[in-house]
């Protein structure tokens, strides 16, 4: 069954330090998405990207965060200068094949991003 | 902006009862979706709710949704400990767009 992957699973940075996070959205899928989990907390919305073009924001992702989708295959969000508040999981979720109806949305298994 | 609460937050609940976790939204939305997620897991799709009236119901968890009350529950009957998880409910608010998730709740059923 297709699935969406992440790496690395677990990333420790500095602060001030640009990080990469990588997904693989299910391959015939044209919606791709970022959210984030700070420990404990709910699952928030970063932004959504569809036709090579963000498709909507959260107002958490600010100057410092940025999408973008290198070659067919891989989904990325770079953080330029990490904060100690952007510990967190991040999800990565892809959706929609473009036949009409519905897009379940389906989730990676997460990188943990740990900012010292 | 729409907004999703769920109560309650944390639950606690002795094997073999059976309970009910209420999501509230606040904008119309007629699609819902129910995720389990276990300690430094990935969110598990437990239910797709696409209209008002739905009910599914897998194992022992079932899971309605009323558009015009703008509620879901996940009722959980005979709750056994591998049900011990965070359920989460989450609203998109159209075809391919984000979804707000609900604050959670932390579900322990204890021997």
């Known amino acids: 069954e297709p699935e969406v992957t992440q790496t690395p699973s677990h990333q420790v940075t500095q602060m001030g330090q640009e990080v990469i996070l990588r997904c693989v959205p299910i391959?015939?899928?044209?919606?791709f998405y970022w959210y984030r989990q700070i420990l404990g907390q709910k699952v928030e919305f970063l932004v959504s990207?569809?036709?090579?073009?963000?498709?909507?924001k959260s107002e958490i992702f600010d100057d410092q965060f940025s999408v973008e989708r290198p070659d067919g295959s891989n989904f990325t969000l770079k953080i330029r200068s990490t904060k100690l508040e952007d510990s967190a999981m991040y999800f990565c979720?892809?959706?929609?094949?473009?036949?009409?109806?519905?897009?379940?949305?389906?989730f990676g298994p997460g990188t943990r991003l740990t900012v010292t | 902006e729409l907004k999703v609460e769920q109560n309650p937050l944390f639950l606690s609940m002795q094997e073999g009862k059976n309970y009910t976790i209420y999501c509230n939204y606040s904008?119309?939305?007629?699609?819902l979706y129910w995720y389990r997620q276990d300690p430094g897991k990935s969110l598990e799709s437990l239910f797709v709710?696409?209209?008002?009236?739905a009910v599914k119901q897998e194992g022992r968890l079932m899971a309605s949704l009323d558009t015009k009350a703008r509620l879901s529950t996940l009722h959980i009957t005979a709750a056994v400990h591998d049900l011990s998880a965070t359920y989460f409910c989450?609203?998109?608010?159209?075809?391919?767009?984000?979804?707000?998730f609900g604050t959670g709740t932390r579900l322990q059923v204890t021997l």
């Open positions: 989450a609203v998109d608010s159209g075809t391919a767009s984000k979804l707000t």
């Open positions: 709710l696409l209209s008002n009236g």
């Open positions: 904008t119309t939305s007629d699609r």
């Open positions: 990207f569809y036709n090579n073009e963000i498709s909507e």
């Open positions: 979720a892809s959706s929609g094949t473009g036949q009409i109806g519905f897009y379940e949305q389906y």
């Open positions: 391959s015939n899928h044209l919606y």
